[in-house]
């Protein structure tokens, strides 16, 4: 049954294939022969081909170009026709093998959960990001950010050239574990954890099973020694969160709020992290230890590199362009006059041209390049039908350059985001948190996040940036990077 199963996939797939444009193959080895090895020649490659096939029929091809990753045939879905049909869908909401990795760190969490047990935990989790809690944190975003202004300013009017970079994403790694975890990492002022160190190394390594096939034969995972690496850093970064969860069930229990009905009261006058509200829910929903600690890692993943790559990628465009630093600069003031408060919710909402150039920033170079899917039947988009078990990527880069709906597609241009504009678009043309039922889930947590941040950052200082958009080119990883960092000088204002 398997052989005759694999030949019904094979022959719809090359159906499917067939009426849509792609690079040139050869049997087994498919395209990877013209494969660049160079990660940054290879993401100029990939661009190239999504733009001479998208543009190559775009009626006939409907938003999609193939690929035969080696025998494994993969669409991408470029345009929001496409896009629409597999993000909307309820049902094909299987990730791909790829993620597989990420299972041993953050095992059954959200983000790689499938099927029933995906949506039952997803209902689940919910109300922890719902706005009246994340508008709790918004101090915690204050107190960060102070102490990376701290850092910048002796760097500051030196005209010292500093990669922010790094700087930025340790204050998003500090802003994560005190919301998520309820605990303060201070990785912004030591750098030596082993706990800081592993989640990094994670990341990596897992890109890096990604990417390179070889290292999905076990024999060669072992030996090359990945394998050892992975599991040890895997070990550093549980205990250290389940040990986080044993202290606070502790502190939770003290305070009576672990047994018995919380009144509502009760929580809102609590400043709880994300994981204090899943120790309170934990009893009436039979979570497992090991499923909280799987939901909290989730967290500290999907939550602190994503911001920092947003929020730096901001904040490097707004320094290559005067013009429209200077309207930041003008919104700010008039925010926050000279007062030196941290940013509130009241400050936030005002803050609309500041949104307007993160979500630039965002279009310009999603922080999560690539979403992809198993599909769980055979999807028809268009009259092509794809087989049930294809892997399609949707590229958040493709949608947010299409010249259909975007006025100045290749350039870092805010007034995209002029509410008419936002009103006049295809919603599935902007999707950098992934849309349909399977969307960011801390989509909220991370605008508040961002403009807090950016507000404090340009009510202090001017930015200058070094590399000059298109150099710096980002690199496709998990997480998207630029490939020099963020090189800028700054001068107070
Ligand atoms: C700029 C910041 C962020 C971006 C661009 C971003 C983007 C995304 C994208 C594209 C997905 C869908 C991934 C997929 O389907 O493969 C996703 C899922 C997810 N994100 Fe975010 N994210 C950001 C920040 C955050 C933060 C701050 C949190 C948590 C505190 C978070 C938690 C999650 C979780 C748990 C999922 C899985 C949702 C599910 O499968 O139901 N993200 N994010």
Redesign the pocket.
């Known amino acids: 049954r398997k052989i005759t199963d694999f030949i019904t996939y094979y022959s719809k797939a090359r159906k499917a294939f067939s009426k849509i444009p792609g690079p040139p193959s050869i049997p087994l080895f498919g395209s990877a022969h013209l494969f660049k090895w160079n990660v940054m020649k290879f993401s100029y490659q990939v661009e190239e081909w999504g733009r001479k096939y998208l543009l190559a029929d775009p009626e006939k091809s409907h938003g999609m170009w193939h690929l035969w990753a080696g025998p494994v045939p993969v669409i991408v879905c470029g345009t929001h026709e496409s896009i629409r049909v597999i993000l909307e869908s309820n049902s094909n909401i299987t990730?791909p093998h790829h993620y597989q990795i990420l299972e041993k760190w953050l095992g059954t969490?959200?983000?790689i959960?499938t099927n029933n047990d995906?949506h039952a935990r997803?209902k689940l989790?919910t109300p922890a990001?719902h706005f009246n809690i994340l508008r709790r944190y918004i101090p915690i975003f204050g107190e960060q950010t102070q102490i990376l202004l701290n850092i910048f300013d002796e760097h500051a009017d030196t005209n010292e050239i500093v990669d922010v970079f790094p700087l930025i994403k340790r204050c998003g790694l500090d802003i994560?574990a005190e919301?998520?975890m309820g605990t303060r990492l201070g990785s912004q002022t030591h750098h030596n954890s082993q706990y800081i160190d592993a989640v990094y190394r994670l990341s990596q390594i897992a890109w890096d099973h990604i990417r390179f096939p070889w290292l999905w034969l076990k024999p060669i995972w072992n030996i090359s020694g990945y394998a050892n690496e992975f599991n040890s850093k895997c070990e550093i970064a549980q205990n250290f969160t389940r040990k986080v969860i044993e202290q606070r069930r502790e502190a939770l229990e003290e305070e009576g709020l672990l047994d018995g009905e919380v009144t509502e009261e009760q929580v809102k006058t609590k400043k709880l992290a994300?994981l204090d509200l899943l120790l309170m829910m934990q009893k009436a929903n039979a979570l497992s230890d090991e499923e909280l600690r799987a939901e909290v890692d989730?967290?500290m993943f999907?939550?602190?590199d994503?911001?920092a790559?947003?929020i730096g990628f901001t904040l490097w465009f707004l320094g290559q362009h005067p013009e429209y630093q200077e309207k930041v600069h003008e919104e700010i003031d008039e925010i926050f006059g000279s007062d030196n408060r941290h940013p509130t919710e009241e400050d936030i909402c005002r803050m609309v041209y500041i949104e307007k150039c993160y979500k630039e920033a965002?279009r310009m170079t999603?922080?999560?390049p690539i979403?992809?899917?198993q599909l769980s039947h055979d999807t028809p988009i268009g009259d092509v039908v794809l087989p049930e078990g294809m892997t399609v990527i949707v590229s958040?880069v493709s949608a947010s350059r299409d010249a259909r709906y975007w006025e100045r597609p290749e350039e870092f241009y805010p007034n995209h985001f002029d509410s008419d504009k936002q009103a006049a678009r295809d919603s599935y043309s902007f999707?950098?948190?992934?849309g349909g039922p399977?969307?960011?889930?801390?989509?909220k947590?991370?605008v508040l996040?961002?403009k807090s941040m950016l507000a404090q950052i340009f009510r202090r200082f001017r930015i200058e940036s070094i590399d000059i958009w298109p150099a710096n080119r980002p690199l496709p990883e998990i997480i998207l990077k630029p490939s020099n960092g963020f090189k800028v000088q700054l001068y107070r204002r």
């Open positions: 990730k969490g959200l983000v959960r995906w997803r989790l990001f994560i919301t998520a994300l989730t967290f999907e939550g602190s994503t911001n790559s947003a965002l999603p922080p999560v979403i992809a899917r958040p999707i950098p948190f992934s399977r969307n960011c889930i801390g989509q947590f991370a996040e961002a």
